[in-house]
């Protein structure tokens, strides 16, 4: 079992960027592959990047390509998500999951983005 906490959230203006992280506590962090999630008020929860457990896999989905990266730090249980030329859409609680075999299993609180001008 893995616990999780996100951090870095935050108001920010359109344009700007925000650094998410999420600590994980529990053994074995590096036998999971980690995803960023996020979800507005009234939608379902969205997958918007995911790493693989080496981290040598990620992927992204199209409305963050180019502007979101996702990366981890085995060494200390955390996983990041680098979001650059935000965006008023780019507005969500933003959450961390943990996936073993096809499913995410463990998530954390969530942090909430806005980005407003």
């Known amino acids: 079992q893995v616990q999780l906490v996100e951090s870095g959230g935050g108001l920010v203006q359109p344009g700007d960027s925000l650094r998410l992280s999420c600590a994980a506590s529990?053994?074995?962090?590096?036998?999971?592959?980690m995803g960023w999630f996020r979800q507005c008020p009234g939608k379902e929860r969205e997958l918007v990047a995911a790493?693989?457990?080496?981290?040598?896999?990620?992927y992204y989905a199209d409305s963050v390509k180019g502007r979101f990266t996702i990366s981890r730090d085995n060494a200390k249980n955390a996983v990041y998500l680098q979001m650059n030329s935000l965006k008023p859409e780019d507005t969500a609680v933003y959450y961390c999951?943990?996936?073993?075999?096809?499913?995410?299993?463990?998530w954390g609180q969530g942090t909430q983005v806005t980005v407003s001008s």
């Open positions: 999951g943990a996936r073993q075999g096809t499913a995410y299993h463990y």
């Open positions: 529990g053994r074995f962090f590096s036998t999971y592959a």
């Open positions: 790493i693989s457990q080496s981290g040598g896999f990620t």
